[in-house]
């Protein structure tokens, strides 16, 4: 069972992208779930994350510009991207967990699943 990114790439700054994530293995049903990324030499950190119960909480930097989603039925989760700019440049990582109902956590250690991540390049 696990995670599987999708809809990164290379986009202009201003430019728009979607990444999926879906699952392998298991039902998103009750489980929280979480956009990471790492930058080349940074740590991994939250980005937008969403909880069983529906809260979202975002990282203050996309705050107003990034989306996130879950389609249950589909076990499919969504990070909608736009107004991108160069400085989030970064391998995306999507991570599921079965957290305290309602709960967020900002530490990707604490997700049981996480998948390969997708590459997201915003670049003129």
């Known amino acids: 069972a696990g995670l599987v990114e999708s809809g990164g790439g290379l986009v202009q700054p201003g430019g728009s992208l979607t990444l999926s994530c879906a699952t392998s293995g298991f039902s998103l049903d009750g489980y929280a779930i979480g956009w990471f990324r790492q930058a080349p030499g940074k740590e991994r950190e939250a980005v937008s994350l969403?909880?069983?119960?529906?809260?979202?909480d975002h990282d203050d930097s996309v705050k107003n510009r990034f989306i996130i989603w879950r389609d249950t039925p589909k076990n499919t989760a969504y990070l909608q991207m736009n107004l991108l700019k160069p400085e989030v440049t970064a391998r995306y990582f999507c991570?599921?967990?079965?957290?305290?109902?309602?709960?967020?956590?900002?530490?990707?250690?604490?997700?049981?699943?996480w998948g390969q991540g997708t590459e997201v390049t915003v670049s003129p």
């Open positions: 969403i909880s069983s119960d529906g809260g979202i």
């Open positions: 991570v599921a967990g079965t957290l305290p109902y309602g709960s967020l956590r900002i530490y990707w250690t604490d997700y049981g699943y």
